[in-house]
């Protein structure tokens, strides 16, 4: 069993960063892909970026290239999301995501349970 428990949501101004994490526990993390999701009001899940198990592969959505990094460190059992250039648009919760490989959120074995990201204009 894996728990997932992200942080580092909160309130930003367009232009503005923020730095997610996510803790794993419960499995070796460094076996584990890893991603991350988001989901704003009334819309679905949608992939954001993901990260191989030893970290040398990323891939991003169209969205957050050039603006996001995703990035792991294996020896602390943590994820990233480094979040710069926020737009209004990025507004949603985001969740972090394990076990899984690619965009669809259906793939993902585990999820945490979610944080909030708001940047306003």
């Known amino acids: 069993q894996r728990q997932l428990v992200e942080s580092g949501g909160g309130l930003a101004l367009a232009g503005g960063s923020l730095r997610l994490s996510c803790a794993a526990s419960g499995r070796t993390f460094s076996t584990d892909t890893m991603g991350w999701f988001r989901q704003a009001p009334g819309k679905e899940r949608e992939f954001v970026a993901v990260?191989?198990?030893?970290?040398?592969?990323?891939y991003y959505a169209d969205s957050a290239k050039g603006r996001f990094t995703i990035s792991r460190d294996n020896a602390k059992n943590t994820v990233y999301l480094q979040m710069n250039s926020l737009k209004p648009e990025d507004t949603a919760v985001y969740y972090c995501a394990a076990g899984g490989w690619g965009t669809s959120p259906y793939v993902y074995t585990y999820w945490g349970q979610g944080t909030q990201v708001t940047v306003s204009s």
């Open positions: 990260n191989s198990k030893s970290g040398g592969t990323t």
